[in-house]
């Protein structure tokens, strides 16, 4: 296992920050909170064309950059750091790990290179797991005029901006995968309202949606399982990156802000709050960096790898976003300070993809408690 | 990477040396008893003074261990070859002690005198110190122990009381130390000592090396908490001391005593879970032995402590991994004695659940009763041995995150 960066993914990391911060200060952040698309559609394409981060996991026959997903944690650490709304997590994570397990299949292929070219969003409605099911909702059915699928679904991430959707349902044959166009009748898309205010969800409604499927059932049942973990991943990695960056935040204030004639920071009960966010930091950045190592290179074990990063990571994030607010004091609860930004964004990413608690049961099962 | 690259980094050289570590412990752990099985089973091998005749086999078991490695050339691995050791780097420690990890190797009696003691005499010490001292610490010969902590004087180490007096070519010793571990079989120790008392707290202090047998000199065994007297107070009384033990420079002795304590701190926290830390596939077989695996509230919190020992190790493997690159460690090497202590006291606490009212009452010839008794002992004395984990807090703060020193009382 090998938990360095390399000296590339510094120079990589380098470059995607710097994008970042000259793309998403936290005045762009704002407006995009109020902008009716929820994300800079130029900014998006400057991903693209600038850094190729969309097709970053797709493999270069079909147009991608054919690195691995120990890139795409990077990139999502440096998101999730300026929380710069993008589809990234939609398509460049969730809907390129569902479509890799089928890549043989011509309509996989197809949107993958659709991915990697920039164009095309994809939103993936699945919906979020219960402790006894895959959340599998939605139901197929196969006419002489093709399939179409019935059912709602909630918690689409990116659902309601997305040009695709991507949608797994049951069928005659197993669990399959569709594609459906966003704009097609018999879709309706609802955003919802969120807690994490720099991120889109909805609520979609399929009724006789006209649907073509993609990749076959075995292949939808690999991509359920390893889409899942590959997301909890990405998230995790996420939440490291909001999670580095409130710890930044805090340490600048404490150090700055003075009462009682010296810097915050100087009281113990400060500076040992500090101290437990860095432990939390850097516990979190251990799991992210076995989880995207394991993801590349030791499949099987990446059920285990993942839901120790979620849980590690959801769990941190939660406390120490909390903590850069109460650092903060009064001004850390106003609606113009950022702090309240990363508190949404780690309560909401902690319970997608399988709460802690969940991922914990996981883990259990894995020991081999019965 | 190419042939070219890997002869300046010396990729192959530490291959061949980790071959070589594992050949050697392979052949000879099944023959000195060095399994891990093994010395579970003889759980009275952990050192306990009121045993006498069962401490004195384990002190001879940890000898012949430490003169074992001395003979196959692995100890004083980044000590340098003229004092006796293998004049290698760090990176070959590390796959020592990765390497070794799978067993159980009798070496807490030198943990102190080769982690702490043994590198400041070579960081600091004259020439003629070195060629006397070095070799016996890494043959098992002469254990050392260090001599810091007084009543007066634990966190705050440096307002440390004991007086060392200039006697004509000697130095004249009164005081009293304590938490001293090992003192009672240890042949020298290392001893900070004030000399100038005018001086400001941290300039006035000299470090000494101590021959535990000089006259005047009283070692009294402290009982633990858990019964069992790993350390003790030491008497020092009108004890001279020859002005060549010096160990660095008169009056610059809380300098001497950080190369010591930053070695005490790696020591101690290098990300290693405690051997008395239950692991998490222990408590899974305690719950499924009594039948309550299905509780999901247990369940969740047997996964919490797999999920520390995951992050204890990965913390270690990230450690390790730098230091193997040449790189130094980043802030994962100030973390990691924290998540050891905090996961120490969390496992206990699940243990003695999961065992029930069997954790707290025991038949008397139960041999192993005591198990899960013992391991609740021993935690609290995790988050203070090594630094307390208040302190580790203020050294991330400080050193770390840079956050500001709390304004001091006394004068610096």
């Known amino acids: 296992v090998n938990l360095i960066p390399t000296e590339d993914h510094e120079a990589f990391r380098r470059s995607v920050r710097a994008f970042v911060e000259a793309k998403a200060p936290p005045t762009e952040v704002r407006r995009l909170i109020d902008d009716p698309t929820g994300y800079d559609d130029a900014t998006w394409r400057q991903m693209s064309d600038q850094l190729a981060l969309p097709g970053l996991a797709v493999t270069t026959e079909l147009g991608g950059d054919g690195s691995g997903w120990t890139e795409v944690a990077l990139v999502m650490e440096e998101l999730g750091r300026a929380l710069l709304p993008s589809p990234y997590l939609s398509t460049a994570v969730i809907a390129t790990a569902v479509l890799l397990e089928s890549s043989a299949d011509a309509e996989s292929a197809e949107l993958l290179s659709l991915i990697a070219s920039g164009k095309t969003t994809i939103a993936v409605a699945v919906g979020q797991p219960t402790a006894d099911d895959s959340g599998v909702t939605l139901v197929a059915q196969h006419s002489p005029t093709g399939w179409t699928i019935d059912g709602d679904i909630n918690f689409v991430i990116g659902g309601a901006q997305a040009d695709v959707l991507l949608v797994p349902a049951t069928s005659p044959d197993g669990p399959l995968f569709f594609r459906i166009e966003a704009t097609a009748d018999g879709v309706h898309r609802t955003p919802l309202t969120t807690l994490d205010l720099t991120r889109r969800q909805a609520r979609i409604e399929l009724r006789a949606a006209p649907a073509q499927p993609v990749g076959d059932s075995e292949s939808a049942s690999r991509a359920l399982a390893r889409g899942f973990d590959l997301t909890a991943t990405a998230i995790a990695a996420e939440q490291l990156g909001g999670a580095a960056k409130c710890l930044e935040a805090a340490v600048a204030y404490a150090g700055m802000r003075q009462q009682f004639g010296r810097a915050i920071g100087s009281f113990q009960a400060v500076k040992h709050m500090c101290a437990d966010m860095l432990i939390d930091v850097e516990s979190v950045r251990s799991t992210v960096a076995y989880a995207a190592w394991v993801a590349d290179n030791e499949p099987a074990s990446l059920p285990v790898a993942a839901s120790l990063a979620k849980a590690c990571a959801s769990d941190a994030f939660n406390r120490v976003s909390a903590s850069n607010i109460q650092i903060h004091g009064g001004i850390g609860f106003t609606w113009e300070h950022d702090a309240h930004l990363y508190y949404r964004r780690a309560r909401s990413t902690a319970l997608l993809f399988g709460d802690s608690h969940w991922h914990r049961e996981r883990l259990a099962h894995s020991l081999g408690m019965g | ?412």
């Not at chain 2, 005018?198 to 019964?227: A, C, E, S, Y």
């Open chain 2, 1 to 412: 990477m190419t042939e070219a690259q890997q002869h300046i980094d010396g990729t192959d050289d530490l291959e061949a040396f980790r071959d070589r570590v594992r050949t050697w412990l392979a052949a000879e752990a099944p023959r000195q008893g060095w399994l891990r099985e093994e010395s579970r089973s003889a759980a009275a091998a952990r050192p306990q003074t009121h045993d006498v005749a069962g401490f004195e086999r384990y002190l001879e078991r940890a000898r012949s261990c430490q003169h074992a490695l001395f003979d196959a050339g692995f100890a004083g691995i980044t000590w340098p070859k003229e004092y006796g050791g293998q004049g290698l780097s760090n990176r070959e420690q590390v796959v020592f002690n990765e390497e070794s990890q799978a067993y159980d190797l009798p070496l807490i009696p030198f943990t102190i005198g080769l982690g702490m003691c043994g590198p400041t005499v070579l960081a600091v010490g004259t020439d003629a110190q070195k060629r006397r001292h070095a070799t016996p610490m890494l043959t098992g010969e002469e254990i050392w122990c260090q001599m810091f902590s007084e009543p007066g004087a634990g966190s705050d180490v440096a307002g440390l009381q004991m007086r060392a007096e200039r006697a004509n070519d000697q130095w004249r010793i009164n005081g009293q130390k304590v938490w001293t571990s090992g003192a009672h079989y240890s042949r020298f120790g290392m001893l900070l000592a004030r000399t100038s008392p005018d001086l400001p707290k941290h300039r006035g202090l000299t470090m000494f090396i101590v021959d535990m047998q000089t006259p005047g000199i009283q070692i009294r065994p402290l009982r633990q908490m858990n019964g069992a007297s790993g350390f003790n107070e030491v008497f020092f009384d009108d004890v001279l001391i020859p002005a060549e033990n010096v160990l660095g420079e008169v009056d610059d002795g809380w300098r001497t005593s950080l190369v010591t304590l930053m070695n005490e701190r790696v020591a101690i926290g290098a990300g290693r879970q405690s051997g008395e830390t239950p692991t998490a596939q222990s408590l899974v077989e305690l719950a499924e032995h009594r039948g309550i695996s299905h509780d999901s509230a247990l369940r969740d919190a047997v996964a919490e402590v797999y999920i520390q020992e995951r992050v204890l190790s990965l913390l270690s493997h990230r450690i390790n991994g730098s230091i193997l690159q040449g790189k130094a460690p980043g802030p994962e090497g100030s973390v990691a004695k924290l998540v050891a202590t905090a996961l120490a006291r969390r496992a206990a606490a699940l243990g003695a659940e999961l065992a029930g009212p069997a954790a707290q009452a025991w038949s008397p010839t139960d041999p192993a009763g005591d198990h899960w008794a013992a391991v609740m002992l021993m935690a609290p004395g995790l988050s203070i041995a090594g630094g307390t984990d208040e302190i580790m807090r203020n050294i991330i703060g400080e050193r770390v995150l840079g956050l500001p020193k709390e304004p001091s009382a006394t004068k610096r």
